[in-house]
């Protein structure tokens, strides 16, 4: 199984708003991150978690702030965010094994800010 | 630093032509090399990888070859099908993932 799973799929959300994503994966990775895709572009990294700890912080404004409470989750909490925050959110996770650190993506969260 | 360069798209065939993908990429060291697709509205999936020098990768009638002394690893399958359409990103992992700007395929019918 290879299977990153993200609630919800979708979500629109006003400026004033508190909202948060969710990214599960069940393949006993060790690594998980946050990416944040606009339309046409590849997606850039936000965050990195690695054995449950932030490993990574791409400068990304304190509107949207991370947690891991398990090593199967990753959530992302979003706090007065601008309309310019639209986008794909895309979660990923890894192995951390030593190995090739493939990492696999799940379907995405279209964040919509009105 | 290291760096992912992919053709420009979009990419248009008639179905059942010959796909050419071309990646090339700058790293110092030997990164694993990787195909990511993304069908429209969707998230990312993995299509092939290579870890090695010489190595090829394959997956639903994809192929992909891990070519050192041209630093290549371009993108090819033999006959598409209209579904084969979406983005195609080549990318590397050195410490981090670093993508092409990506690639978009338009398979006509």
């Known amino acids: 199984d290879t299977e990153v799973t993200q609630t919800p799929k979708h979500l629109v959300m006003g400026m004033t708003n508190k909202k948060s994503l969710k990214c599960e994966q069940h393949?006993?990775?060790?690594?998980m991150y946050w990416y944040k895709q606009k339309a046409k572009k590849p997606p850039e990294l936000m965050f990195v978690?690695?054995?449950?700890?932030?490993?990574i912080n791409e400068s990304v404004p304190s509107r949207f702030s991370p947690e891991c409470p398990n090593s199967s989750l990753l959530n992302l909490h979003l706090h007065a965010l601008q309309p310019e925050d639209s986008a794909l959110y895309l979660c990923?996770?890894?192995?951390?094994?030593?190995?090739?650190?493939?990492?696999?993506f799940g379907p995405g969260t279209r964040l919509l800010v009105l | 630093g290291n760096s992912v360069t992919q053709m420009e798209g979009p990419v248009t065939l008639s179905e059942e032509a010959f796909l050419t993908i071309n990646c090339t990429y700058t790293?110092?060291?030997?990164?694993?090399l990787f195909w990511y697709v993304q069908y429209p509205g969707e998230g990312l999936q993995l299509l092939l990888k290579?870890?090695?020098?010489?190595d090829k990768g394959s997956n639903k009638g994809f192929e992909a070859t891990y070519r050192k002394e041209t630093t290549s690893f371009h993108l090819e399958k033999g006959s598409v099908q209209v579904s084969d359409s979406a983005v195609y990103f080549c990318?590397?992992?050195?410490?981090?993932?670093?993508f092409g700007k990506g690639t978009r395929l338009h398979i006509l019918p």
């Open positions: 990923a996770s890894s192995p951390l094994s030593g190995g090739v650190e493939t990492q696999y």
């Open positions: 393949m006993g990775h060790r690594a």
């Open positions: 978690y690695s054995y449950e700890k932030l490993s």
């Open positions: 790293a110092t060291g030997y990164p694993s």
């Open positions: 290579a870890t090695k020098a010489d």
């Open positions: 990318a590397l992992i050195d410490d981090k993932i670093i």
